[in-house]
């Protein structure tokens, strides 16, 4: 009874202020069980505060949640998707995994981790002997301005005049004169 006079006073209030209010709508969401909680109510159930939920939405862990204006929306039956236990291991970037693919293929004689730690020798050694595929891989994975680098610091002997005088073209760092090849000197 005390339930019916709130929500005649409620319909009065809202119709009055210019609202539409339907008193079936408010009967029946009363008998419905929510089918969405708010991020509040999810983190108390959860046992996990309120910031870490919405840092677990932003990781989008949580599977159905969605963002409408401001606010977030959890399904009710949704729970935090969990990680294996401890630290996640590194997986390697792009780059790190073609120039060790590169050079288990190219500089047979290091293990691919010396060849890591000198990825400008990678780079010349693909330069002087690699196919066509292999240096297009190097040039969009690594970029022009390391292959550059590379050719600028190239050790002597590294590359054949033909391949020195094709980069020197090929990457447009020429100018009017090419450099001449790095040499040796012996004391």
Same mark, same amino acid.
């Given at each position: 009874m005390a339930s019916d006079v709130v929500l005649n006073r409620i319909e009065s209030y809202l119709n009055d202020k210019g609202f539409l209010y339907n008193s079936g709508m408010a009967a029946h969401?009363?008998?419905e069980q929510?089918?969405?909680?708010? =991020?509040t109510q999810f983190a108390k159930r959860e046992g996990v505060s309120r910031i870490?939920?919405?840092q677990l939405l932003a990781e989008r862990r949580i599977p159905g949640a969605r963002k409408i204006g401001h606010h977030w929306i959890i399904p009710s039956?949704?729970?935090?998707?969990?990680r294996a236990p401890g630290r996640p291991r590194k997986q390697p970037r792009a780059e790190e995994r073609l120039l060790r693919s590169l050079a288990r293929r190219y500089i047979w004689w290091l293990a691919p981790g010396e060849a890591l730690a000198r990825p400008n020798f990678v780079a010349t050694q =693909?330069?002087?002997m690699g196919?066509?595929?292999d240096v297009l891989k190097l040039e969009a994975t690594l970029g022009r301005e390391a292959l550059v680098r590379a050719l600028r610091e190239a050790e002597a002997g590294r590359l054949s005049e033909r391949s020195w005088i094709y980069w020197h073209h090929r990457l447009g760092v020429a100018g009017r004169r090419i450099p001449p090849l790095p040499w040796r000197r012996l004391r």
């Open positions: 969401a009363r008998q929510t089918p969405h909680v708010s =991020v870490r939920v919405l039956a949704a729970a935090i998707v969990r =693909v330069m002087e196919d066509y595929e």
